[in-house]
Nanobody, 119 residues
Framework: QVQLVESGGGLVQAGDSLRLSCAAS????????MGWFRQAPGKEREFVGA????????NYADSVKGRFTISRDSAKNTVWLQMNSLKSEDTAVYYC????????????WGQGTQVTVSS
């Protein structure tokens, strides 16, 4: 049973930084893509970025490119989302998700962690 547990959310001011963690367990994730998504109140869930567990390549939504960085530690089975220069529009519940490389949809989701950026 795959489990994803996010942590690290909180209340920060605009311009601050925050690092979210996603602890993954339940299987070997070498062939998985780990994604970060967010959902703001009244809005649909949106893609933030993703990283390949096997080679560490990553991609990001335009809205966070240059400010957010995703990394992973295979030994710790942990993925991080480093968020810098936070803006009020980054306020959302952030979710970690996982899917096999060849699948289109993310199969596994964490419970989410709230990030609130005050302006």
């Amino acid at each position: 049973q795959v489990q994803l547990v996010e942590s690290g959310g909180g209340l920060v001011q605009a311009g601050d930084s925050l690092r979210l963690s996603c602890a993954a367990s339940g299987r070997t994730f070498g062939s998985y893509i780990m994604g970060w998504f967010r959902q703001a109140p009244g809005k649909e869930r949106e893609f933030v970025g993703a990283i390949s567990w096997s080679d560490g390549t990553s991609n990001y939504a335009d809205s966070v490119k240059g400010r957010f960085t995703i990394s992973r530690d295979s030994a710790k089975n942990t993925v991080w989302l480093q968020m810098n220069s936070l803006k009020s529009e980054d306020t959302a519940v952030y979710y970690c998700a996982a899917k096999r490389v060849f699948e289109r949809q993310y199969d596994y989701w964490g419970q989410g962690t709230q990030v609130t950026v005050s302006s």
